[in-house]
């Protein structure tokens, strides 16, 4: 006897009413081979640095880059090895003026090094123990510093992230061994006595099993735990006990098959029966027959049996719900988009990694030696060996590495841990680019981002107005952020100010850099009360002229002994266990536009930095103040 439908409903209904019924998720912790694919349950802050020291990113030898200066391929340079160290080791030698020391990729710097010049630019001299320098190299060059890609204390990934082999990566690099996932178990039961496994002989009548295996992977592709139950035949008694049993097993359950009128579909039956029938049929091709229960207080929707049917309905009505129960929303695998910088290539063919955001393409590359170069990046460009250069503006055709979460708001800048604070406590999903301050403020000049980070500090001592002002960006917006403690990381008690620094070894901060401003800002106004001159004082304090990229770089040099002190931001000195000796607060403020300051969004971000549980969650060093939140149009 056949049924007809108890009555079609429509898309939108259908999606309204799945969009309400309780999906429940769980927590389960996983070695780090089987993560592949799963969700975060929890963020990831890394322990470590990451490299954890300063190490050489070419094969060649680790020098001091003053003594190439003079260097040409006729008249080369003749410098002292004084040493060979190989990953794994590190040298007991400290190079002094003249001496140089093989290193090979990925070896930890010799102290009293700040350069490193490749294999391909020496030549062997003519006396033994000495090499021929061909080319002068800059402070830095071919060298990565520590917490260059992931600093301790920093959060490196998101809870809610899902895992693909570039996170995978980052966990192995951090050392993390065990991963917390977040997951959703979704069983997967297909209906008919006309189904045969495939694999074995196909029988008159029947036809080879396809949606087990469809639906599964679309499961395993919204970040779900499938697990697949047999192939269940058209007998209430076998479907009743297969469905009690997996909705006794599973957040969710699937069932294919047997949801039409006809005499053998009864699964909306067994689920009339059983529990609650929500719906049943809805007004759309294909699909017609899908259907929703709730049965032992699991949600079990019915597809239908037809492999097109079934993966319409999943893709159109369940994959969001899967998704948004696991904090994901996706878009598809190929885009298109315009390049936000321009790129030189090496005259090879290239992959370049890429950020999308806004259909902008930012190029990701952070260098061969960082990891965070992939799980940052959505995909990649090709360009091919005849192509020197590619234009900012360009129109690209981006192969993703995966779908793309998107975001409701896209900040570009530079980047500090009260961001992510930031982020956590708004009720908006946020993309983080981070480029430095300078590169958010062309971003915002540009309307690529909603908002940017910046810290810049002029000549006079202030933070960000006049600077910004410099760009002339129409219809500006600054917000001000809150207060991070600058100061002096060291492990020798003795130090307590800048005049401390004479006669002692710093690692300093690199040309640009707040930091390197308020460092040399300081050294004038010790000057000026001294009656002498800068430079005067900077010739006393070795390690002046050395570049670190991170704050972080500051303080492992400090913790490793390869100098006494440096200029940084207060947790990176809580992170490494040394002292810090306060000299300023740098003020990290908020550039956005008056389009972007009008919306729900910006007001959102407003009444965190001003709330009391944002002060509360910021991590010792960085504090609101009474400026915090307030919108300055520039």
């Not at 469809?214 to 919204?222: N, S, V």
């Not at 209430?236 to 006794?248: G, H, P, S, V, W």
């Not at 990701?364 to 250069?389: Q, R, Y």
């Not at 490494?576 to 956005?592: G, M, P, Q, S």
Request: hydrophobic share 35%; net charge negative.
């Amino acid at each position: 006897m056949r049924k007809e439908f108890r009555g079609l409903i429509s898309a939108r209904e259908a999606r309204e009413i799945i969009a309400k019924i309780p999906l429940e998720t769980r927590n389960t912790e996983v070695p780090l081979e089987e993560a592949s694919g799963r969700i975060l349950a929890e963020d990831i802050t890394t322990t470590i640095d990451v490299p954890p020291f300063d190490r050489a990113s070419m094969d060649g030898y680790a020098l001091q880059a003053e003594d190439t200066y003079q260097a040409r391929e006729d008249i080369p340079v003749k410098l002292h090895v004084i040493d060979a160290v190989h990953p794994g080791r590190i040298s007991e030698r400290e190079i002094e003026s003249g001496e140089a020391i093989e290193v090979g990729t990925g070896a930890p710097m010799p102290k009293g090094a700040d350069a490193v010049v490749m294999v391909e630019d020496t030549e062997d001299a003519a006396e033994d123990d000495f090499v021929a320098i061909k080319k002068p190299v800059a402070i830095n060059a071919n060298t990565m510093h520590a917490g260059t890609d992931m600093m301790v204390g920093e959060r490196v990934l998101k809870a809610g992230t899902r895992l693909t082999p570039r996170e995978i990566g980052v966990l192995a690099a951090i050392g993390k061994r065990e991963i917390m996932v977040k997951t959703l178990v979704a069983g997967v039961i297909s209906t008919g006595d006309e189904l045969t496994p495939p694999g074995e002989p196909l029988p008159q009548a029947h036809i080879y099993d396809t949606n087990t295996y469809t639906i599964k992977a679309a499961l395993t592709e919204c970040g779900a735990t499938p697990i697949v139950y047999p192939i269940t035949p058209d007998k209430r008694e076998l479907m009743t006990k297969a469905i009690r049993r997996a909705t006794d097993e599973c957040d969710l359950v699937l069932t294919s098959g047997s949801t039409s009128a006809g005499s053998s579909d009864i699964i909306y039956q067994i689920i009339a029966d059983e529990g609650d029938l929500n719906f049943h049929g809805i007004n759309i091709k294909p699909g017609k027959p899908a259907m929703l229960g709730i049965l032992n207080k699991t949600p079990i929707i019915g597809l239908p049996g037809y492999p097109t049917s079934a993966l319409t309905i999943f893709n159109q009505f369940i994959a969001e719900k899967i998704q948004t129960s696991l904090s994901q929303t996706t878009t598809p695998n190929t885009t298109t988009a315009r390049l936000a910088t321009t790129i030189r290539t090496s005259g090879r063919e290239e992959l370049l990694p890429v950020i999308i955001a806004r259909k902008n393409a930012y190029p990701a590359d952070k260098g061969s030696g960082a990891i965070t170069t992939l799980a940052h990046a959505d995909g990649f460009i090709h360009i091919p060996p005849t192509t020197e250069m590619v234009d900012a503006g360009t129109r690209v055709e981006v192969r993703l590495f995966s779908q793309i979460a998107t975001r409701d708001i896209l900040f570009i800048g530079s980047h500090c841990p009260g961001i992510d604070v930031v982020e956590d406590l708004i009720p908006y999903t946020m993309r983080i680019i981070n480029t430095g301050s300078t590169g958010g403020i062309i971003a915002i000049r540009n309307r690529h981002a909603d908002i940017a980070g910046t810290h810049l500090l002029d000549s006079d001592g202030n933070y960000n107005e006049k600077e910004i002002k410099r760009y002339k960006i129409k219809d500006a917006v600054l917000i001000k952020g809150y207060l991070r403690e600058q100061g002096i990381i060291t492990n020798d008690e003795k130090i307590k100010g800048v005049r401390d620094l004479v006669g002692k070894t710093i690692m300093n901060r690199n040309n640009g850099s707040g930091t390197r401003t308020l460092t040399d800002l300081l050294i004038q106004k010790a000057a000026l009360e001294d009656g002498t001159k800068p430079e005067e004082i900077i010739k006393k304090i070795k390690g002046y002229h050395t570049q670190a990229k991170t704050h972080s770089a500051v303080a492992s040099a400090v913790k490793l002994g390869r100098a006494d002190a440096g200029f940084g931001i207060k947790p990176a000195a809580t992170h490494n266990n040394l002292h810090f000796i306060k000299v300023a607060d740098e003020e990290y403020d908020l550039l956005t536009t008056r389009e972007f300051i009008n919306t729900p969004e910006a007001g959102s971000i407003i009444q965190t930095l001003k709330s009391k549980k944002f002060k509360e969650t910021l991590p010792e060093g960085i504090t609101t103040y009474k400026r915090s939140g307030e919108a300055i149009e520039l």
